[in-house]
């Protein structure tokens, strides 16, 4: 029953990531767009910590990780987002609904577990108005209204395996395959006159990627777990083909497009480093009881590119994110009272995530908070979490998005691939 289960999910889950709109941010107009958050509820709702072990759930950040799993995890998770975003003068809001990952892992033997699944890699989904004024050849001003729309994203397919090389170091790595596309559309038009120009840009991405781990583990005064996690990807290229049309634009009496004069653009390629980013962390704690750690990551993005060439006021820089976070569980096997096994999560995330605007550089922070609920008397457990941040600044005509999170994961656990001892 739960393989059914776990199949309508998984079949469900890829029709709707690829037609999902995973981001309402204009910061999405930048790069790749908005890079998402590579790890599962469970790691979220602390901060986004992805230094643990664990016999039962899965740690999508770190694959060595893969090789202290004792039974078949499935993982799923979504999320909602209300943003509020404003400027000096203007204030807006959106909210946006997702699935975030979908996983499956499971040992192939005491010392050695697999995982794969399909994630979002990056999101892109902004509406922006712009208003410019223009000199005429007739000597006269004229205003010029602008609308920038941008959809789609870049999605993840990863295969992961993790092995135990003593009791207390293991080693792990994953293979990835990022794919995806890319519409962006922007339309000009002179005021009073309905007359204007629209152009329409669509880029197909693919690439491979690598990520490998280690996560050492020993005892402190033979009571509290020290672990420690380190975690390297190289560097790897995401591939774009771009394809692109301009027309000229009327409207008609009732704002609709007549679209004349279409011109497509030659086909061409670019390619985008995606540098190599690595991860290092450390914690201490007790094991089914509480854990408290701190890890920090770090990308040097000065190198990359952005999307469009004509973008004069936007570069790279280094990038880094730190994060604190922990859990706690009174009791995870108590009988008496179900809150006492009820684990409980909180974290702090701060990141400086490498763009810089108008010589601004974009910071981005966090705090999360969150419950794991189990679900009867099994292993599995509802994971619920709540996320309130900040991103960008209003300095430099620049937007602030102040946005509030609330995500749901499922964690479901069962003994697969049992080998009958009885014919």
């Known amino acids: 029953m739960i393989k059914k289960i776990i199949l309508g999910i998984s079949l469900l889950f890829s029709s709707v990531i690829f037609a999902q709109e995973g981001t309402a941010s204009p910061y999405s107009f930048y790069g790749i767009g908005d890079v998402k958050y590579r790890g599962t509820h469970e790691n979220k709702a ?11 759930h899965l740690n999508l950040q770190n694959p060595a990780s893969l090789a202290s799993l004792k039974l078949t995890a499935f993982t799923v998770g979504a999320t909602t987002k209300n943003t509020t975003f404003k400027n000096e003068t203007q204030k807006e809001t959106a909210s946006r609904t997702t699935f975030d990952y979908l996983a499956l892992g499971f040992p192939i033997s005491p010392k050695m577990g697999v995982s794969f699944g399909l994630m979002p890699y990056s999101s892109v989904g902004y509406k922006v108005d712009q208003k410019t004024t223009t000199s005429l050849s007739t000597g006269e001003t004229a205003n010029i209204d602008k609308r920038f729309t941008g959809e789609g994203g870049v999605n993840n397919v990863f ?16 293979f990835q395959y990022n794919f995806g596309r890319v519409e962006t559309k922007s339309v000009g038009f002179v005021e009073d006159v309905h007359l204007g120009k629209r152009e329409i840009n669509t880029s197909r991405y693919s690439g491979v990627a690598f990520n490998t781990g280690l996560i050492y583990q020993t005892k402190l005064n033979k009571k509290y777990d020290w672990i420690s996690s ?29 679209v004349s004069d279409t011109k497509d653009y030659d086909p061409t390629r670019t390619d985008f480093e995606l540098p190599a980013k690595y991860a290092l962390g450390t914690g201490i704690g ?18 990359f590119l952005n999307r469009f060439d004509e973008i004069t006021n936007v570069e ?3 990038s880094q994110r730190y994060v604190i976070g922990g859990y706690f ?7 008496t009272s179900y809150f006492d096994r009820v684990t409980y999560r909180a974290g702090f995330r701060y990141e400086n995530t490498g763009l810089v605007i108008n010589n601004q550089s974009i910071k981005d922070y966090g705090i999360n908070a969150g419950f794991g609920f189990p679900i009867g008397k099994s292993l599995s457990n509802l994971n619920i979490g709540f996320e309130y ?24 656990n069962d003994l697969w691939f049992k080998r009958t001892k009885y014919e």
């Open 286 to 303: 007790v094991t089914k009881k509480w854990f408290v750690g701190a890890e920090i990551t770090m990308q040097d993005k000065s190198k």
């Open 329 to 335: 569980t009174p009791k995870f096997n108590s009988f």
């Open 389 to 412: 941040g900040s991103k960008g600044t209003t300095s430099s005509n620049l937007i602030k998005e102040n946005y509030f999170s609330v995500y749901i994961g499922l964690s479901v």
């Open 230 to 258: 380190l975690t390297y990807s190289p560097k790897s290229t995401l591939k774009s083909d771009n394809t692109g049309s301009v027309a000229t634009i009327t409207y008609s009496a009732n704002g609709s497009e007549l």
């Open 159 to 174: 295969l992961g395996l993790g092995y135990k090389i003593t009791s207390k170091l293991s080693i792990g790595a994953d």
């Open 316 to 318: 790279f820089e280094k």
């Open 46 to 56: 602390m901060g986004g910590l992805g230094i643990l072990p664990d016999s039962i």
